[in-house]
């Protein structure tokens, strides 16, 4: 309740929620909400005008470019968002080993992470969608296998120090399993953690999906994506400019929307950020009196 307390206090955030969540929505209701069949070919409308049948026009072969704009949140967002939570519980479960029981398991573990972590995102991404082929279901497996290592290592680093607290340590000499210590007393106070860095590495794997269909690498035709979209309009980049502009506003709206969201979901969860943040703000002056640049605060 305090999360959402402070969370309704930023504008910014709400609407960053309003517009994640219509998207979702959009993309699972595609088939009632999109006018037309994205993949449907009609020669006779190739580079048509904006219409009331078809609002934002249609591209080169004729599709209609916002029916394919609706059912590309499935690959770019929807698809995204269930790879991003494979990373997250296969990073945690591990993450939570690491830290809780730390020793021998935990100097392994990491070593493990060294290594993952030690290649460039891209150029593992790259490496996977060159062992497996591309399209979609790659990809996905390449961000799973990409992930998991940033988060077990992130995680890991909270739930050591969570695991050192006072009332862990009597749970433990109390003689509670480790699996029910880790359940009611590590998992409620890392869960704010979590969430916050999964916020803010879904945007990292949009604009990674996009950029690879924009390459080619991704979501293979006549299958709708923003990122294809874009490279299918390169040709026309300067007479049709509003086919590039649709999908690439998209792309920017749901990235800028999850990073506005992240950053006001660390503040809701911490409130040492909330307080210093408005602790910050300059004195009100009297009439008369000199401005000064004094803060309260440290």
């Keep these: 309740m305090r999360i959402l307390r402070n969370l309704s206090q930023d504008k910014l955030a709400i609407t960053s929620l309003v517009i994640i969540v219509v998207m979702i929505i959009a993309g699972v209701l595609a088939p ?69 029981f730390k020793g021998k398991t935990d100097a392994m ?28 279901e790659n990809i996905l497996i390449a961000f799973v296998v990409m992930k998991w290592a940033w988060f077990a290592r992130v995680i890991r680093t909270s739930v050591m120090q969570y695991s050192e607290m006072d009332y862990v340590k009597f749970a433990r000499a109390s003689g509670v399993s480790h699996l029910r210590i880790i359940h009611k007393h590590i998992v409620p106070v890392t869960f704010s953690d979590i969430a916050v860095i999964s916020s803010s590495a ?76 408005t602790s910050n703000r300059p004195r009100g002056r009297k009439r008369g009196e000199q401005v000064s640049y004094e803060y309260i605060g440290s």
């Design 32 to 100: 009632l909400i999109a006018p037309h069949d994205p993949e449907e070919v009609n020669m006779k409308l190739r580079y048509a005008s904006a219409s009331w049948s078809y609002l934002l026009g249609n591209d080169h072969l004729g599709r209609c470019v916002l029916s394919r704009l609706i059912y590309g949140i499935r690959p770019s967002v929807l698809w995204v968002l269930v790879a991003l939570l494979a990373s997250v519980f296969l990073g945690a479960v591990i993450g939570f080993i690491s830290g809780y």
């Design 202 to 277: 879904i945007c990292s794997m949009i604009l990674q999906i996009s950029g690879l269909s924009f390459l080619g690498l991704g979501v293979q035709a006549p299958q709708a994506e923003w990122g294809m979209m874009l490279n299918e309009a390169r040709e026309v980049m300067f007479s049709r400019p509003e086919l590039m502009l649709a999908p690439g506003l998209a792309i920017v709206l749901v990235v800028s929307a999850f990073n506005f969201l992240s950053d006001a979901l660390q503040v809701a969860l911490d409130p040492k950020l909330m307080t210093s943040k």
């Design 109 to 136: 573990i990491m070593r493990i992470c060294d290594i993952m972590l030690s290649f460039p995102g891209y150029v593992m991404t790259l490496a996977v969608v060159g062992i497996l082929g591309a399209g979609l």
